[in-house]
Nanobody
Framework: QVHLVESGGGLVQPGGSLRLSCAASGSIFSISTMSWYRQAPGKQRELVAT???????TYADSVKGRFTISRDNAENRVYLQMNNLKPEDTARYYC??????????WGQGTQVTVSS
């Protein structure tokens, strides 16, 4: 079984930065694709960034140049560095793990609020 726990969310002013962290249990982290998603009130959950086992990275257009995803396989963690935050980045951010067998797992999410 895989458990994902996100942390690092909070309230930040526009232009500020936050670093989200997701800790994964289990032994399959290093062979799994990790992603960050977000969901704002009244909106569908959307993909923010993905990093594969080979460190191939993709971003949503809305966050390119501002967000950076990274992973630490020794620590079973994935990070999302968010810079130049905008009010429209306000959402609950979720960590997602997809293993080579097609199973996916979600964390409980961490709230990010960008407001002055």
């Amino acid at each position: 079984q895989v458990h994902l726990v996100e942390s690092g969310g909070g309230l930040v002013q526009p232009g500020g930065s936050l670093r989200l962290s997701c800790a994964a249990s289990g032994s399959i982290f290093s062979i799994s694709t990790m992603s960050w998603y977000r969901q704002a009130p009244g909106k569908q959950r959307e993909l923010v960034a993905t990093i594969t086992t080979g460190d191939k990275i993709t971003y949503a257009d809305s966050v390119k140049g501002r967000f950076t995803i990274s992973r630490d396989n020794a620590e079973n963690r994935v990070y999302l560095q968010m810079n130049n935050l905008k009010p429209e980045d306000t959402a609950r951010y979720y960590c997602n793990l997809r293993n080579p067998f097609g199973s996916t797992y979600w964390g409980q999410g961490t709230q990010v609020t960008v407001s002055s």
